[in-house]
């Protein structure tokens, strides 16, 4: 039986500016990579292992960005991972970061901030992944 589809949105004034994420929970990676798809005009590898996606559909624009950008998280039932979590949510952290605490869009940091930041996102996540389940296996945390 599947479940209908999940959309939320989570907010944050950790810059001193609210700031949202939309997150969409589908029933299959092959419905999540449809959407990230049609959202970021590029097409997905379909042997890629892809656990999740983040994309900055509107607001999020050279020279400046505008107040409300669209960041969606998109997530599937079969990867509800804290690495998974952690790792889109860094992703979403970098732009939001980046427009609200970096002064100036010509900021050396740009480069760093808006490219690949992949290896941040697999680093948050398999670090915060690995200390949640330290905490579940020495009695600190209960499921």
Same mark, same amino acid.
């Given at each position: 039986?599947?479940r209908p589809f999940?959309?939320?949105?989570?907010?944050?004034?950790?810059?001193?500016?609210?700031?949202?994420?939309?997150?969409?929970v589908?029933? @299959?990676?092959e419905q999540?990579?449809?959407?990230? =798809?049609? &959202?970021?005009?590029?097409?997905?590898?379909?042997?890629?292992d892809?656990?999740?996606?983040?994309?900055?559909?509107?607001?999020?624009?050279? $020279?400046? $960005?505008?107040?409300?950008?669209?960041?969606?998280?998109?997530?599937?039932?079969?990867?509800l991972?804290?690495?998974?979590?952690?790792?889109?949510?860094?992703?979403?952290?970098?732009?939001?970061?980046?427009?609200?605490?970096?002064p100036?869009? @010509?900021?050396?940091?740009r480069? &760093?901030?808006?490219?690949?930041?992949?290896?941040?996102?697999?680093?948050?996540?398999?670090?915060? &992944?690995e200390?949640?389940?330290?905490?579940?296996a020495?009695?600190?945390? =209960?499921?």
């Amino acid at each position: 039986m599947t479940r209908p589809f999940i959309r939320f949105r989570v907010a944050t004034r950790t810059t001193g500016i609210r700031r949202q994420v939309f997150v969409h929970v589908y029933d @299959n990676r092959e419905q999540m990579h449809e959407a990230h =798809e049609i &959202a970021r005009g590029k097409p997905y590898d379909p042997t890629d292992d892809v656990g999740g996606g983040l994309a900055v559909q509107q607001g999020f624009r050279w $020279p400046r $960005p505008e107040v409300t950008p669209i960041i969606v998280m998109r997530l599937w039932d079969g990867q509800l991972t804290t690495r998974t979590i952690a790792h889109e949510a860094t992703h979403a952290a970098a732009y939001l970061y980046f427009m609200d605490a970096v002064p100036g869009w @010509n900021s050396r940091a740009r480069a &760093a901030l808006l490219g690949d930041h992949e290896p941040l996102a697999y680093l948050v996540g398999d670090i915060t &992944a690995e200390v949640v389940k330290q905490l579940y296996a020495h009695g600190c945390l =209960e499921s």
